[in-house]
């Protein structure tokens, strides 16, 4: 790919080179999502409805947990889950289908979709920067995928088994739209990727001078509220599950705080080295 001279593009230059790229982002997202669509039952009766059966692995751990401490009843112990998953729909099912494909071709091709975008704003960085940014396709796709994985394992069987199971009378049977279910599902993995993005932003941030480690720890108690709602909002209204789900991201946010000094100790010796006489 030939290199781009940003200084002599336009504006106008500049869109439609963003808008290729975008292009591109979409055609790999497509050509996964096809490849799920064609994988239908695995990702389904796999993947998808995994964490509605009490064999989930999350399940045996946490019953195994419960057992370990002496509680003897458990939701997380049993047969099955008591609701039942249906479409209410024509074309409720195969509006899940196409729906599910495309997420699922968006988290595949993350680490290309994310090679895009920084191959649209790296000619904007000097040589220097260019050079230390490139492992930045690994690490934000690694914590993307860290994030997808707790909250598939974490957060998910956890809103799952405790909506599934909450009753508010023995006369109202859980039977749950199928859009409902994944919607829960979805929203859980896409959102922790996406929050375990944040030692990235905090690192980007930093470098423009948006955020210093002082301003992180001035803020803290503040940013603890924040995750505690965050929580709140993408987990089950109880407090073990948010605790779990809040343990993680306060540890993200302690991580950035280092990754800011880091950054800006590193600024300092580069302008120490620049002024300094010949």
């Given at each position: 790919m030939?290199?781009?001279?940003v200084?002599?593009?336009?504006?106008?230059d500049?869109?439609?080179?963003?808008?290729?790229?975008l292009?591109?982002i979409?055609v790999a997202?497509?050509?996964?999502?096809?490849v799920?669509?064609v994988f239908?039952?695995?990702?389904f009766?796999?993947?998808?409805?995994g964490?509605s059966?009490m064999s989930f692995?999350?399940?045996?751990?946490?019953?195994?947990?419960?057992?370990?401490?002496g509680?003897?009843?458990?939701t997380f112990?049993?047969e099955?889950?008591?609701?039942?998953i249906q479409?209410?729909?024509m074309a409720?099912?195969?509006?899940?289908?196409i729906w599910?494909?495309?997420?699922?071709?968006?988290?595949?091709?993350?680490?290309y979709v994310?090679?895009?975008?920084?191959?649209f704003?790296?000619?904007g960085?000097?040589s220097?920067e260019?050079?230390?940014?490139?492992?930045?396709?690994i690490v934000?796709?690694f914590?993307f995928?860290?994030?997808v994985l707790?909250?598939y394992?974490i957060i998910t069987?956890?809103?799952?088994?405790f909506?599934?199971t909450?009753?508010v009378?023995a006369?109202?049977e859980?039977?749950?739209d199928i859009?409902?279910y994944?919607?829960l599902?979805?929203a859980?993995?896409?959102a922790?990727?996406?929050?375990?993005?944040?030692?990235?932003?905090?690192y980007f941030l930093?470098?423009?001078?948006?955020?210093t480690?002082?301003?992180?720890r001035k803020?803290?108690?503040y940013?603890l509220?924040?995750v505690l709602?965050?929580?709140a909002v993408i987990?089950p209204?109880?407090?073990?599950?948010?605790i779990?789900?809040?343990i993680?991201?306060?540890?993200?946010?302690?991580?950035?705080i280092?990754?800011s000094k880091f950054?800006?100790r590193?600024?300092?010796?580069k302008?120490?080295?620049?002024?300094?006489p010949?």
């Amino acid at each position: 790919m030939a290199k781009r001279d940003v200084n002599s593009m336009s504006f106008l230059d500049h869109l439609e080179d963003l808008r290729w790229h975008l292009i591109r982002i979409c055609v790999a997202i497509i050509i996964c999502g096809a490849v799920a669509f064609v994988f239908k039952s695995f990702i389904f009766n796999v993947v998808i409805f995994g964490p509605s059966k009490m064999s989930f692995p999350t399940y045996e751990w946490l019953c195994s947990m419960a057992n370990f401490v002496g509680i003897e009843e458990s939701t997380f112990c049993g047969e099955e889950l008591p609701f039942i998953i249906q479409s209410r729909t024509m074309a409720g099912q195969f509006s899940a289908h196409i729906w599910t494909s495309i997420y699922a071709g968006f988290i595949v091709a993350f680490p290309y979709v994310i090679y895009q975008l920084w191959l649209f704003i790296s000619p904007g960085m000097k040589s220097g920067e260019r050079k230390h940014s490139r492992g930045f396709i690994i690490v934000s796709s690694f914590l993307f995928f860290l994030g997808v994985l707790f909250g598939y394992y974490i957060i998910t069987p956890l809103s799952i088994n405790f909506l599934g199971t909450y009753q508010v009378s023995a006369q109202v049977e859980n039977n749950f739209d199928i859009s409902s279910y994944i919607g829960l599902l979805r929203a859980s993995v896409i959102a922790s990727g996406l929050i375990f993005e944040l030692p990235i932003i905090i690192y980007f941030l930093t470098k423009v001078g948006l955020v210093t480690p002082e301003f992180l720890r001035k803020y803290r108690k503040y940013a603890l509220v924040i995750v505690l709602i965050l929580s709140a909002v993408i987990t089950p209204p109880d407090v073990a599950s948010q605790i779990i789900v809040a343990i993680p991201i306060l540890i993200l946010y302690e991580i950035s705080i280092y990754i800011s000094k880091f950054v800006l100790r590193k600024e300092k010796r580069k302008i120490k080295k620049d002024v300094r006489p010949s």
